[in-house]
């Protein structure tokens, strides 16, 4: 496996604005592939496929942006770091059970994703190699910006399947119960921000605002509200401010065959024009 993410720093004129995507990879080393037993279909069918893509024109714009090439069957980088369901590994307290902890017991079809428990160190393994120094990566980089802008804002970037597939949905984290969710049917965007309390308002508007101009439509929070990330660096009180966006996959892909719909470059000029709208919102007064 190649290194299990990827840094790409700003080649335009530097803004406040990172990008991270941390399930766009479907990608395992040998070490870890010996207990997964998740058909290749649900790693690629749980990966936010191509969403790297959709904002890589991100740092011409003056973002950074940081995207996980580890595949979240690895281990999740959305979830804390002891968020470690006791089926999963051997020894685990087994006071925080769920289907998709920081390593997936089961895939969103409901099928196992591993033949066997991990042992302890198999799980300290994936966190040293894959989950610390990505998040390592990326809290330097928020904190650079903030140094640099007084300001730093995360856009965290995802996708989620159009309609819900089961317990986990597979989308960003955070999620609420599906049945009422699944009834309705899900939004073209949904900004997850932890009901506003991960960034100021004018983010969160942002987004809306964005997604309604395209005749998309928005339901904040629901299904997810926002995973670790937003939960973790999401301290607007401290000048750091993190905005889920969850894209149904229905706008730019084929969830069937998990190919790019012909309107992919108008998603992704979307995606572009939001990361210069998120540092234009930044660059106002507070």
């Not at 769920?98 to 066997?116: F, I, K, N, Q």
């Not at 997850?192 to 987004?207: K, Y």
Request: glycine content about 10%.
């Amino acid at each position: 496996m190649r290194a299990p993410f990827e840094r790409f720093d700003p080649t335009g004129p530097e803004t406040p604005v990172v990008v991270e995507v941390p399930h766009a990879g479907i990608e395992a080393g040998a070490a870890f592939l010996e207990p997964m037993v998740a058909p290749a279909r649900s790693i690629a069918r749980d990966a936010d496929l191509y969403v790297d893509a959709l904002y890589e024109d991100a740092p011409a714009l003056g973002a950074t942006l940081l995207v996980a090439r580890a595949s979240r069957y690895v281990i999740d980088l959305n979830r804390a770091e002891k968020d470690i369901d006791g089926e999963v590994v051997e020894g685990a307290r087994g006071d925080v059970r769920m289907h998709h902890g920081l390593v997936w017991r089961t895939t969103s079809d409901g099928e196992a994703a591993l033949a066997r428990r991990l042992s302890a160190q198999e799980l300290e393994e994936r966190l040293e190699l894959v989950w610390r120094p990505y998040h390592r990566e990326l809290a330097a980089i928020l904190e650079r910006k903030r140094q640099r802008f007084g300001i730093a804002v995360l856009l965290a970037a995802h996708s989620m399947p159009s309609v819900d597939r089961g317990r986990g949905g597979g989308g960003g984290g955070g999620a609420r119960d599906g049945a009422e969710v699944a009834a309705r049917g899900r939004a073209d965007v949904v900004p997850g921000s932890r009901g506003r309390r991960s960034a100021a308002g004018r983010f969160i508007d942002t987004v809306e605002a964005h997604a309604v101009a395209e005749g998309w439509s928005v339901r904040h929070d629901e299904p997810y509200a926002g995973g670790f990330t937003t939960q973790h660096y999401g301290r607007p009180a401290d000048g750091v401010h993190a905005v889920q966006v969850e894209l149904a996959r229905r706008l730019y892909l084929d969830e069937a065959t998990l190919r790019p719909l012909p309107r992919f470059p108008e998603v992704r000029a979307w995606c572009h024009a939001l990361v210069g709208k998120l540092a234009q919102a930044a660059a106002l007064p507070l």
